[in-house]
């Protein structure tokens, strides 16, 4: 895929895209372009475009808006110590962006061309890049069916966009979130989406998100749709239970089953606490394992991930169930070793062991 470069002729001043940065948050303001490439059932992909960031021109009938056939995803680029910047393992998240697209029948997108695109728009935000720790530029990678008609069937035309945003921690990593544990509402199901980034996994969790907020919580956690027993995720990330303390603990992850979504931070957390001397574990855990384990002391800490949040620490559940917290309630130990680590990795602090950073500029 070659990329026809056309610049914005007018971006942010200095002093605008310094003081957006400094401003911190998540997804407020865009960099100056974007990149935008298209499919079609006759020719393929067509080249892509590096143009201005605006707005898109769609059909009223065009698919996307009536049948939902989209994907996406989400890596970030750091600042290195040397001044550079550098990618985070954009290759794994090429190729769950390709798994996603043919759950969802749209045009798979080489890994090679996912990552050449994505590494030349962030070669020309360069100076979007926050500086500090924690912070970064967070891209979105996203693809919709742009077919304009109304009939029911895998859309002939796709669009692909990448779009990039100043990124601060999208939680406080120093404080710990409560959960609230849905058993009215579920996230996926066998045989369903989720194991896929699409638009439509998110859209029908808005509602039981809506419910953790009224009860107090600050995020919802998936049970399993066949028994509403087995705990799976949190919102759009995934979920850790540290088992004891010190070095002879252990790092417990629900495994994938085909309804979880297969995160990129982690896989990478399952090696970095391998790389910290932890034994890990993936497998099922209850509720009620998880509600016993913290009264008795076996669970010591829990923390989600994700690329957006990285590492959040969780301090306490609430379920129709009742209420518990675990330890006093504030991020662990391990929860915040992990996250440094990996955090240190990602900012080319800590030594890369696996390889993982991709060097842009």
């Not at 798994?99 to 020309?124: C, G, H, N, Q, Y």
Request: hydrophobic share 40%; charged share 20%; aromatic share 8%.
């Amino acid at each position: 895929m070659r990329i026809h470069l056309n610049p914005n002729p007018n971006p942010a001043t200095e002093a605008d895209r310094n003081a957006k940065i400094a401003e911190g948050g998540f997804g407020k303001y865009y960099t100056d372009n974007m990149l935008i490439a298209q499919w079609s059932e006759g020719k393929g992909w067509s080249d892509a475009e590096l143009k201005a960031y605006g707005p898109l021109s769609l059909d009223p009938a065009t698919s996307v808006l009536h049948y939902g056939q989209e994907i996406f995803e989400g890596l970030k680029a750091y600042g290195q110590p040397d001044g550079g910047i550098s990618l985070f393992r954009p290759d794994a998240n090429g190729e769950r962006f390709a798994k996603s697209a043919a759950r969802m029948a749209l045009p798979e997108l080489p890994v090679e061309d996912f990552v050449k695109t994505v590494t030349e728009l962030v070669k020309s935000e360069s100076k979007w890049v926050p500086k500090n720790v924690g912070e970064s530029l967070y891209i979105r990678p996203f693809m919709i069916a742009t077919e304009v008609g109304l009939g029911v069937r895998p859309s002939n035309h796709a669009t692909y966009l990448v779009i990039t945003t100043p990124a601060s921690a999208y939680f406080n990593p120093n404080k710990a979130v409560t959960v609230w544990i849905s058993t009215e509402f579920v996230r996926a199901a066998q045989g369903g989406t989720g194991a896929a980034k699409t638009g439509g996994n998110y859209a029908g969790s808005l509602l039981a998100q809506k419910q953790a907020a009224a009860e107090g919580c600050d995020q919802v956690v998936w049970l399993d749709a066949t028994e509403r027993k087995w705990v799976e995720e949190m919102g759009g990330m995934n979920l850790y239970f540290i088992k004891g303390s010190g070095k002879d603990a252990t790092v417990f992850t629900p495994k994938l089953t085909g309804t979880l979504l297969a995160g990129v931070t982690r896989d990478s957390i399952l090696r970095v606490a391998k790389d910290l001397g932890y034994k890990v574990e993936e497998g099922m855990l209850s509720v009620e394992q998880w509600r016993d384990g913290v009264a008795s002391g076996e669970i010591t800490e829990i923390f989600a991930c994700g690329t957006a949040a990285v590492v959040s620490p969780i301090g306490a559940a609430k379920s129709a169930q009742g209420t518990w917290k675990t330890g006093d309630g504030e991020p662990g130990p391990i929860t915040g070793q992990i996250r440094n680590h990996l955090l240190g990795i990602q900012h080319g602090t800590i030594e890369d062991k696996h390889g993982w950073n991709v060097k842009v500029i």
